[in-house]
């Protein structure tokens, strides 16, 4: 971008900021604050989501995390104050606001029939406090609270927000990892920690894994699913917002401990688990909150998966009337997840008008996974047909290939967020400001995966069941003869230290200003922002061959694996071989084409610098809430990376300018390795509009109607020019001819962006449930997908085939979202303790792709047909019962997956159960058992042949049991 360029973006981004800045600034006529606060008659428990009204004006607030709430610029006179609070009775206060303004404090109780103010604990409390928040939100959200004790009904952000209306999880290793909104791919989401967004600690993903955040840590989380002109505009599912405690949020000294013991059955050992929360308001100025946890669990995986096509032909073009797996691998996993989070909160509030604040969370994510598996190369043999019954759905193959492999690495994920701010009220004026810092860093320090080859092994596969497809074999000795250690020798180990990082810096600064239009209050606000982010991929890997004549007899240990019976039990030993790797390293032999495909073709560092600011209405006229505006972000993103050319060319003599051959009269072949650096840089802007309309027409009715336009920009891998280009050449008719593939990334690759509606309608009936029903429609522009070429030349590279990312026409998602949430208190005599939650979620989407022949419609990756969810609770005396199911339909999550076919993951269904006594108002006993039903994962190629295995997971169910104290 040239300077010119730059300045013109500048310029503009500063005219349209001052004038915003002069027309909120303007003076008015003084008038004073009203504020206030909202908490428990008994146990001072602050309220978040009450909503607050000034009847006379129509004006309307709703409480902050600490139960306060303000109005700026009231007129003197006397109003009337109304509260409302899912769970309880509406109050009602007279204020009268002088010169000098005027200040409220509620204290609110449950219905007459709650005790121990019931209605802020427990599950009840959860519940209470997530549908108060709802209902008092300007946009179309959904919320998760914690009790008033600071408990949240699950072990971590991504389990627990998977109980929301319109969310499912992508799972890893039975554990859900990634958030999906209404659908869409999680890339196309955004998190965020207190409004500040989080980095990604993966290579080329923004998606973040929320599992690496304890629940221990939370306070709220809020899911957004219409943004407004101050929120940025990098969301098209939504953003998920996670808050933390603050010390204000309770009065006085407030102690929460959990001490945990988890149990897997696949693994058998007891994990320990603990977490403490302090805080504390020393005074009306000062408060601190800080939250530890830790968390090791030990657990396994069993998995079968299908590597390659299924095929009706061997290795010798004989074909049989039946499909079978080209390649069968069994894989064994032990895993073993440490979590270790931190939060620290400091409030300082110097006076009534400036409230400051320094937010700090700490995540450390350790994943050790050791994986020891077998591949049955089935394709490589030949059909022995007369001892085959492809009728009965078996086939036997002589010759085949085998391999063993361990892979042994650590995998840890690093996230800090650090933000400094503050809001400073000048009457009408009010200022928030804030600086934040956030690093993000994923590293696979020291892995060793080391392969063993067999060959020349009889074996075959029963491909009656295409779900579970398994070996068989003629003869017990040629089962043994595959289960001989032995016969598999020591062929490569590579080893891979790579580092990512991610680093933000972010700069903000709000001005909202409180006036009149008419008799109907109105607020006009500004604000501008500035994220500048590096990231960072720096990788090592090395390829080591020629490592000596071993075996995998020399370095066996027992597994336990009940999938198959082929590997026998017995697999390779991690501890041995990482042994034996770094005592011999410096005499084995490097092979450094290989070694730099998986190092300097995937390394990059880049940089993206987002310069925004917006200008944003709310007016409220009788009932109805309008929040409207306009804003503007500006995009400058600069990348370095390597090409690598890796390839096989024919020895050329230089005296005759012929071919070089060998004695046997075939060509000389050389390996030659180019590596060539490459940057690239541009820039672009968007205008991002959005209105949301909340309109209450009567009491405990609220409807909404939204409309936003939002961007996500592509993914760093896919838009950073980093490649892979080998090539081979050989001699044809006295001719040298070349084929040359690769996978390459797209800078030329535009931002997808998307027109979002929303619209819904919300009953809160007897003030203590929710009925709602909402519809949404997403129109996506420049959906990103990876197309496979041929025969096509880029940037002067002719390629036979090459994989590169591109942008599509475009995508449409529309669903519905049905909801309904109550404590059935309404019941008799111990069924008043029923609690219920449902949610169903129904989504239809579309995308036009071209796949290199033709022109196709697919549902959008990652999308879910249909997600639903039922919560069943009791509560009644110190007895807390909880049932959970949560479904998750089928969904494409790979487009022409190995060219067999579309890979789709298959549908899910998980049940959860829970169990508490409280001992006493301090001590809580409980029970936890998650998966219970043993729901496995499923994975299939998908044709129009049907379906058929691509892989196949199971975990078996964990045990929690523990016991909470707070005081």
Request: proline fraction near 3%; avoid cysteine; glycine fraction near 8%.
């Given at each position: 971008?040239?300077?010119?360029?730059?300045?013109?973006?500048?310029?503009?981004?500063?005219?349209?900021?001052?004038?915003?800045?002069?027309?909120?600034?303007?003076?008015?006529?003084?008038?004073?604050?009203?504020?206030?606060?909202?908490?428990?008659?008994?146990?001072?428990?602050?309220?978040?989501?009450?909503?607050?009204?000034?009847?006379?004006?129509?004006?309307?607030?709703?409480?902050?995390?600490?139960?306060?709430?303000?109005?700026?610029?009231?007129?003197?006179?006397?109003?009337?104050?109304?509260?409302?609070?899912?769970?309880?009775?509406?109050?009602?206060?007279?204020?009268?606001?002088?010169?000098?303004?005027?200040?409220?404090?509620?204290?609110?109780?449950?219905?007459?029939?709650?005790?121990?103010?019931?209605?802020?604990?427990?599950?009840?409390?959860?519940?209470?406090?997530?549908?108060?928040?709802?209902?008092?939100?300007?946009?179309?959200?959904?919320?998760?609270?914690?009790?008033?004790?600071?408990?949240?009904?699950?072990?971590?952000?991504?389990?627990?927000?998977?109980?929301?209306?319109?969310?499912?999880?992508?799972?890893?290793?039975?554990?859900?990892?990634?958030?999906?909104?209404?659908?869409?791919?999680?890339?196309?989401?955004?998190?965020?920690?207190?409004?500040?967004?989080?980095?990604?600690?993966?290579?080329?993903?923004?998606?973040?894994?929320?599992?690496?955040?304890?629940?221990?840590?939370?306070?709220?989380?809020?899911?957004?699913?219409?943004?407004?002109?101050?929120?940025?505009?990098?969301?098209?599912?939504?953003?998920?917002?996670?808050?933390?405690?603050?010390?204000?949020?309770?009065?006085?000294?407030?102690?929460?401990?959990?001490?945990?013991?988890?149990?897997?059955?696949?693994?058998?050992?007891?994990?320990?688990?603990?977490?403490?929360?302090?805080?504390?308001?020393?005074?009306?100025?000062?408060?601190?909150?800080?939250?530890?946890?830790?968390?090791?669990?030990?657990?396994?995986?069993?998995?079968?998966?299908?590597?390659?096509?299924?095929?009706?032909?061997?290795?010798?073009?004989?074909?049989?009337?039946?499909?079978?797996?080209?390649?069968?691998?069994?894989?064994?996993?032990?895993?073993?997840?440490?979590?270790?989070?931190?939060?620290?909160?400091?409030?300082?509030?110097?006076?009534?008008?400036?409230?400051?604040?320094?937010?700090?969370?700490?995540?450390?994510?350790?994943?050790?996974?050791?994986?020891?598996?077998?591949?049955?190369?089935?394709?490589?043999?030949?059909?022995?047909?007369?001892?085959?019954?492809?009728?009965?759905?078996y086939v036997y193959l002589d010759g085949i290939e085998a391999d063993r492999d361990m892979k042994d690495r650590i995998e840890t994920q690093k996230i800090l967020s650090v933000v400094a701010g503050g809001e400073s009220r000048f009457d009408?004026?009010?200022?928030?400001?804030?600086?934040?810092?956030?690093?993000?860093?994923?590293?696979?320090?020291?892995?060793?995966?080391?392969?063993?080859?067999?060959?020349?092994?009889?074996?075959?596969?029963?491909?009656?069941?295409?779900?579970?497809?398994?070996?068989?074999?003629?003869?017990?000795?040629?089962?043994?003869?595959?289960?001989?250690?032995?016969?598999?020798?020591?062929?490569?180990?590579?080893?891979?230290?790579?580092?990512?990082?991610?680093?933000?810096?972010?700069?903000?600064?709000?001005?909202?200003?409180?006036?009149?239009?008419?008799?109907?209050?109105?607020?006009?606000?500004?604000?501008?922002?500035?994220?500048?982010?590096?990231?960072?991929?720096?990788?090592?890997?090395?390829?080591?061959?020629?490592?000596?004549?071993?075996?995998?007899?020399?370095?066996?240990?027992?597994?336990?694996?009940?999938?198959?019976?082929?590997?026998?039990?017995?697999?390779?030993?991690?501890?041995?071989?990482?042994?034996?790797?770094?005592?011999?390293?410096?005499?084995?032999?490097?092979?450094?084409?290989?070694?730099?495909l998986g190092d300097e073709a995937i390394e990059y560092d880049a940089s993206e610098d987002i310069y925004a600011t917006y200008m944003q209405g709310r007016v409220d006229i009788g009932g109805l809430r309008i929040v409207g505006g306009l804003?503007?972000?500006?995009?400058?993103?600069?990348?370095?990376?390597?090409?690598?050319?890796?390839?096989?060319?024919?020895?050329?003599?230089?005296?005759?300018?012929?071919?070089?051959?060998?004695?046997?009269?075939?060509?000389?072949?050389?390996?030659?390795?180019?590596?060539?650096?490459?940057?690239?840089?541009?820039?672009?802007?968007?205008?991002?509009?959005?209105?949301?309309?909340?309109?209450?027409?009567?009491?405990?009715?609220?409807?909404?109607?939204?409309?936003?336009?939002?961007?996500?920009?592509?993914?760093?891998?896919?838009?950073?020019?980093?490649?892979?280009?080998?090539?081979?050449?050989?001699?044809?008719?006295?001719?040298?001819?070349?084929?040359?593939?690769?996978?390459?990334?797209?800078?030329?690759?535009?931002?997808?962006?998307?027109?979002?509606?929303?619209?819904?309608?919300?009953?809160y009936p007897n003030n203590d449930a929710v009925l709602s029903v909402g519809v949404f429609y997403k129109d996506i522009h420049n959906f990103i997908v990876d197309r496979t070429l041929e025969e096509v030349t880029i940037n002067g590279v002719?390629?036979?085939?090459?994989?590169?990312?591109?942008?599509?026409?475009?995508?449409?998602?529309?669903?519905?979202?049905?909801?309904?949430?109550?404590?059935?208190?309404?019941?008799?005599?111990?069924?008043?303790?029923?609690?219920?939650?449902?949610?169903?979620?129904?989504?239809?989407?579309?995308?036009?792709?071209?796949?290199?022949?033709?022109?196709?419609?697919?549902?959008?990756?990652?999308?879910?047909?249909?997600?639903?969810?039922?919560?069943?609770?009791?509560?009644?005396?110190?007895?807390?019962?909880?049932?959970?199911?949560?479904?998750?339909?089928?969904?494409?999550?790979?487009?022409?997956?190995?060219?067999?076919?579309?890979?789709?993951?298959?549908?899910?269904?998980?049940?959860?159960?829970?169990?508490?006594?409280?001992?006493?108002?301090?001590?809580?006993?409980?029970?936890?058992?998650?998966?219970?039903?043993?729901?496995?994962?499923?994975?299939?190629?998908?044709?129009?042949?049907?379906?058929?295995?691509?892989?196949?997971?199971?975990?078996?169910?964990?045990?929690?049991?523990?016991?909470?104290?707070?005081?």
């Amino acid at each position: 971008m040239s300077f010119e360029t730059q300045r013109k973006h500048v310029r503009r981004t500063a005219m349209v900021s001052v004038s915003a800045l002069a027309m909120i600034t303007a003076t008015s006529a003084f008038a004073a604050d009203v504020t206030g606060k909202v908490k428990t008659q008994n146990s001072a428990v602050s309220l978040e989501g009450a909503v607050i009204k000034i009847e006379e004006l129509n004006r309307r607030a709703s409480t902050g995390s600490d139960g306060t709430f303000r109005f700026s610029n009231v007129p003197a006179g006397e109003y009337t104050i109304i509260v409302s609070y899912i769970g309880t009775e509406p109050m009602m206060k007279k204020v009268t606001v002088s010169e000098e303004g005027g200040r409220l404090e509620f204290t609110i109780a449950g219905k007459k029939d709650d005790i121990e103010e019931i209605f802020v604990l427990g599950q009840r409390g959860s519940l209470n406090s997530s549908i108060s928040k709802q209902r008092a939100s300007d946009n179309v959200a959904n919320y998760l609270s914690a009790d008033a004790a600071g408990n949240f009904p699950d072990q971590n952000v991504t389990e627990a927000v998977r109980r929301i209306v319109g969310l499912s999880v992508e799972s890893d290793q039975g554990e859900g990892r990634y958030v999906i909104i209404r659908g869409l791919d999680p890339n196309l989401s955004s998190s965020s920690v207190g409004g500040v967004r989080l980095p990604s600690p993966e290579g080329g993903d923004r998606k973040v894994a929320l599992d690496v955040i304890p629940s221990e840590l939370l306070e709220t989380v809020e899911v957004t699913k219409s943004l407004t002109p101050e929120m940025d505009g990098d969301a098209i599912g939504g953003n998920v917002d996670i808050k933390t405690l603050s010390g204000f949020d309770k009065d006085g000294l407030f102690v929460k401990a959990k001490v945990e013991g988890s149990y897997n059955r696949q693994q058998d050992e007891i994990n320990p688990k603990f977490g403490l929360t302090v805080a504390n308001a020393f005074n009306e100025r000062f408060a601190i909150a800080g939250s530890f946890s830790f968390y090791n669990r030990k657990f396994g995986t069993d998995n079968l998966e299908i590597d390659g096509d299924w095929l009706n032909e061997d290795d010798e073009d004989q074909e049989i009337d039946a499909l079978y797996p080209e390649e069968l691998e069994f894989r064994d996993y032990v895993v073993e997840r440490r979590r270790i989070g931190a939060a620290l909160n400091l409030d300082f509030r110097p006076n009534e008008d400036h409230d400051l604040y320094i937010r700090g969370l700490y995540s450390d994510f350790k994943d050790t996974e050791h994986r020891s598996r077998m591949e049955l190369k089935l394709s490589d043999g030949e059909f022995d047909l007369d001892a085959s019954d492809v009728g009965a759905g078996y086939v036997y193959l002589d010759g085949i290939e085998a391999d063993r492999d361990m892979k042994d690495r650590i995998e840890t994920q690093k996230i800090l967020s650090v933000v400094a701010g503050g809001e400073s009220r000048f009457d009408e004026l009010t200022a928030t400001y804030s600086i934040a810092y956030s690093k993000a860093e994923e590293a696979e320090p020291d892995r060793v995966d080391t392969d063993f080859k067999g060959e020349d092994f009889n074996g075959g596969v029963s491909f009656l069941d295409r779900m579970m497809p398994g070996s068989v074999f003629k003869s017990q000795a040629d089962l043994d003869g595959i289960r001989d250690l032995s016969a598999y020798e020591l062929d490569t180990i590579e080893y891979t230290d790579n580092i990512t990082t991610d680093k933000q810096l972010a700069f903000k600064l709000d001005l909202a200003y409180d006036t009149y239009w008419g008799d109907n209050p109105v607020q006009l606000k500004w604000g501008a922002k500035a994220r500048l982010r590096e990231k960072m991929l720096d990788a090592n890997f090395l390829v080591y061959e020629d490592l000596g004549d071993f075996s995998l007899a020399d370095f066996s240990t027992t597994i336990d694996y009940p999938l198959d019976f082929a590997m026998g039990n017995v697999g390779p030993d991690n501890g041995a071989l990482r042994d034996f790797f770094f005592a011999n390293r410096s005499a084995f032999e490097l092979n450094a084409i290989d070694s730099a495909l998986g190092d300097e073709a995937i390394e990059y560092d880049a940089s993206e610098d987002i310069y925004a600011t917006y200008m944003q209405g709310r007016v409220d006229i009788g009932g109805l809430r309008i929040v409207g505006g306009l804003r503007y972000e500006y995009t400058d993103f600069k990348t370095n990376s390597n090409f690598v050319f890796a390839g096989e060319e024919v020895v050329i003599d230089p005296d005759t300018g012929t071919p070089v051959l060998d004695e046997d009269g075939d060509p000389e072949t050389e390996d030659v390795l180019n590596v060539s650096p490459v940057s690239r840089k541009r820039d672009y802007d968007y205008f991002l509009p959005s209105v949301n309309l909340r309109w209450e027409p009567r009491e405990n009715l609220v409807t909404r109607l939204a409309y936003f336009r939002s961007v996500v920009r592509p993914n760093i891998s896919k838009v950073v020019p980093t490649g892979v280009i080998e090539y081979e050449e050989e001699l044809e008719d006295g001719e040298v001819e070349r084929t040359t593939e690769g996978e390459i990334g797209n800078p030329g690759l535009v931002p997808m962006w998307a027109n979002n509606l929303d619209a819904s309608i919300e009953w809160y009936p007897n003030n203590d449930a929710v009925l709602s029903v909402g519809v949404f429609y997403k129109d996506i522009h420049n959906f990103i997908v990876d197309r496979t070429l041929e025969e096509v030349t880029i940037n002067g590279v002719y390629f036979d085939e090459v994989v590169r990312p591109y942008n599509g026409d475009k995508g449409t998602i529309k669903g519905v979202e049905l909801n309904y949430q109550q404590a059935l208190t309404f019941l008799p005599g111990l069924l008043d303790g029923l609690i219920v939650g449902l949610n169903y979620t129904y989504v239809d989407s579309e995308a036009e792709i071209f796949d290199g022949e033709e022109t196709r419609v697919i549902p959008m990756p990652k999308t879910s047909k249909n997600i639903a969810n039922i919560v069943l609770g009791y509560e009644k005396g110190p007895i807390s019962l909880r049932a959970a199911m949560t479904y998750r339909d089928e969904y494409l999550d790979e487009l022409n997956a190995g060219g067999f076919g579309d890979r789709y993951v298959l549908d899910h269904t998980q049940w959860d159960f829970s169990a508490s006594y409280a001992i006493n108002d301090n001590i809580k006993i409980y029970g936890e058992v998650s998966n219970a039903n043993d729901e496995p994962f499923r994975a299939v190629y998908r044709n129009e042949g049907g379906d058929f295995l691509m892989q196949h997971e199971q975990y078996d169910w964990t045990a929690n049991m523990g016991v909470k104290v707070k005081f």
